[in-house]
């Protein structure tokens, strides 16, 4: 398997540091409103990244982070005049809500900044320390950029030729030494969150933040640490320059950035104002449809958000689910059970298009190539199964598209809901239909279960109920 390196700019061979197991850093949203669907770019590709990783029989520690301290959080709780937890607390919420819509998985750990304040005063400590940090007279503590030698190498930039963004030497008054030191601690200011610390009431630096929480759930070594693009520098940078520096190891072998979703060839972004939200798109197509739209590009190339290249993705996804439900009709009603020997090389033939999606998906997670395996599967599926073939065939071959549509995070066949579960769900709002009075429910329930052929019993222990 072979992954793009931003750090040496070439695809390498993925080599883990510990054998069949990732370890995964993917920095998460900054929580202040909902996610635009700009922000949904990296979690929709590195899930498939991790889908794939397992796929492969390796098991994979993600850890993506919420950040939810911040200047923008701040002043939306002020304009609100709620607490930054609210805030943050309640777009966490949504952004969960929507990870689950785009069948993006939980993290094996999400933490929160705010959860982790000791552990970024610690780690501060240390550079402090080891002198890679010092305190100015206000109790801002800055890195000190320049004692760290590999500064630059994952932007690719040299320091001494660079352009600090923002001039501070010379500045009356400024007490940093050098333009391109970074805050690893601020000052609280009136109505914001603060912690204690020994420089200052006030809080972490977000680069910080990230550094600490890779360590405390990953380690001080991890294989993968992701992200956008736009985080390469000076997030990203920063980060290898407070690892590396208080660790004394190097900090990820593979750092992995994907490319910008656009809008008219502009980045989506929400100081720009040319987003949609997640929320917004799930009002007019299915999150399905956004999370395979997203999967049609390489993640390593810009992808313009369009209404036509929408509807492409509809259509194509529907293409999939289509046979994949032919199939499955076919497996569960075709009245021959087994497989022929003619049919038995139809179903061995298979790998040919499993092999294509591989390879796709080895060479640097190319999704589009390994889309068009799954299309290639699909049509190879609806010329070879109809009514006359096999269960045997048509649900192997469902199977197989299954387990390939999974690694992208296709839903294939929702999960029907067995008919016990919708029993019980029907008496349990019985129960509290006649708790409340409502007797025309209770009795419009029992008239329903009736027709689907369940008798009910009230007995003393309660309801009870059989297949009529
Ligand atoms: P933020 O909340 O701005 O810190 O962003 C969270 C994640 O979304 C980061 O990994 C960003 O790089 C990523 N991101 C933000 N905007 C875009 C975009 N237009 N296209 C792709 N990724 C983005
Ligand atoms: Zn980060």
């Given amino acids: 398997m072979k992954i793009f390196n931003t750090l040496t700019r070439t695809k390498e061979e993925f080599k883990p540091i510990e054998p069949g197991k990732v370890r995964m850093y993917v920095c998460g949203p900054t929580v202040y ?39 923008k959080i701040i002043k939306k709780a002020n304009e609100e005049g709620v607490s930054s937890e609210e805030i943050s607390e309640r777009y966490i919420a949504e ?7 785009l069948n993006v998985r939980p993290a094996t750990t999400h933490p929160q900044a705010t959860q982790e304040i000791d552990g970024m005063i610690d780690m501060i400590q240390t ?25 630059g190498k994952l932007s690719h930039r040299d320091i001494d030729e660079q352009e600090a963004g923002h001039r501070t030497i010379g500045v009356v008054g400024s007490e940093k030494e050098d333009d391109f030191d970074f805050v690893l601690w601020k000052p609280k200011k009136d109505g914001e969150p603060y912690w204690d610390c020994p420089w200052c009431q006030g809080r972490p630096g977000w680069h910080i933040e990230c550094s600490v929480m890779s360590k405390k759930y990953l380690g001080d070594q991890i294989d993968i640490h992701a992200g956008g693009e736009d985080l390469i520098f000076p997030h990203h940078e920063n980060e290898i320059a407070q690892s590396e520096a208080a660790n004394g190891v190097p900090f990820a072998t593979y750092w992995m950035h994907n490319g910008f979703l656009n809008i008219d060839n502009k980045k ?16 007019k197509y299915d999150l399905a449809v956004l999370r395979f739209f997203m999967l049609q590009a390489h993640y390593r190339s810009p992808l313009n958000f369009s209404a036509e290249l929408m509807e492409a993705a509809k259509n194509g996804l529907d293409r999939i689910i289509t046979a994949g439900k032919n199939l499955k009709y076919i497996a569960e009603n075709s009245t021959v059970a ?36 799954i299309f290639e599967l699909v049509k ?9 073939s096999s269960r045997a065939l048509a649900q192997g071959l469902y199977n197989q598209l299954n387990e390939l549509c999974d690694v992208l995070g296709i839903i294939l066949a929702q999960e029907e809901e067995s008919l016990d579960e919708q029993v019980e769900a029907l008496i349990q709002e019985r129960q509290q239909a006649r708790k409340d009075k409502n007797f025309a429910r209770a009795d419009e329930i029992r008239d329903e279960l009736t027709a689907m052929g369940i008798v009910l019993e009230d007995t003393r222990e309660g309801v009870k109920w059989h297949r009529a």
Avoid: W
């Fill in 95 to 101: 952004c969960k809500k929507d990870m689950a819509d």
């Fill in 127 to 151: 550079l402090m320390d080891k002198g890679y940090a010092y305190k100015v007279s206000d109790g801002t503590v800055y890195y000190r950029t320049r004692k760290f030698e590999g500064y």
């Fill in 380 to 388: 190879y599926c609806n010329q070879n199964v109809n009514e006359n």
């Fill in 338 to 373: 087994d497989m022929t020997s003619e049919e038995q090389a139809i179903y061995d033939n298979r790998i040919e298009f499993v092999d294509k999606f591989k390879a796709a998906m080895d060479d640097d997670f190319n999704t589009a190539d390994a889309s068009s395996a």
């Fill in 268 to 283: 989506m972004s929400k100081s720009l104002g040319n987003f949609f939200t997640v929320r917004e798109i799930g009002e």
């Fill in 33 to 71: 409103n909902f996610i635009h669907i700009g922000n949904a770019r990296p979690m929709i590709v590195f899930d498939t990244v991790r889908r794939y990783f397992e796929y492969c029989g390796y098991e994979v520690n993600y850890v993506s982070n919420f950040t939810d301290v911040d200047d």
